[in-house]
């Protein structure tokens, strides 16, 4: 797929998978590195798909220290947005599949950092839906992500160097946002110039949905 790089200008980069299908879905650039994540169908008769990390060098050629030849893939839906800790410690939002947190913390090698949060993993997906937002505020980390039963946004915060949950709403490391009669999705989370922050998603009724709070 053609995946615009919005970190180096107009430039269109095409990223291979390991697969016999696959989807890039965000590209990042830190350190003269770029990472290209997404999914990958290694088994397409069993509609089995992996998510993928690709870190490619300046010149576009995959890093071979990266992974397995460039690529690590990890047993998920997919991979949706990276963030970069001030360690250097990269943590991917996963999307479905058999994973045990939403959020993989992985190491400069690209594997899975079991000493990070709960065996590489951040909070667990008991209950959860598939898009998980993570953004670094104030030397947290904030994942927004939804829940189902009752339905609504929840945000939760932890240790950006240990992956534990730190107390920042009052004395709970979770916010919980209004419920909502149907199912929910978080697309975007953001911060906005006012310091606040913003999730935003859909319902399975199409009603379109926004919460803000300030940290």
Known sequence: DLVRSRGLGDVYKRQAWNGTYGDARGITTIGGATYVTGYGDAQAQYNRYYGQVSKLAADGSLDPSFGIG????????????????????????????????????????????????????????????????????????????????????????????????????GSSATLLLPTHPNNVVARKFLRLPDGSMVVAGSATNYDGLVAKFFP
């Not at 047993?75 to 943590?91: A, E, H």
């Open 70 to 169: 460039g690529t690590m893939r990890l047993d998920t839906g997919g991979v949706r947005d990276v963030l970069f800790t001030p360690s250097g410690k990269m943590l991917v939002a996963l999307v479905g599949g058999s994973y045990t947190g939403p959020v993989a913390g992985l190491g400069a090698s690209g594997a899975v950092d079991t000493t990070f949060g709960s065996q590489g993993y951040l909070g667990s997906t008991t209950n959860y839906a598939n898009d998980m937002h993570p953004l670094l505020v104030n030397g947290k980390v904030y994942v927004a992500k939804c829940h189902y039963g009752p339905n609504r946004f929840e945000v939760v915060t932890y240790d950006p160097a240990t992956g534990r949950e730190v107390p920042t709403f």
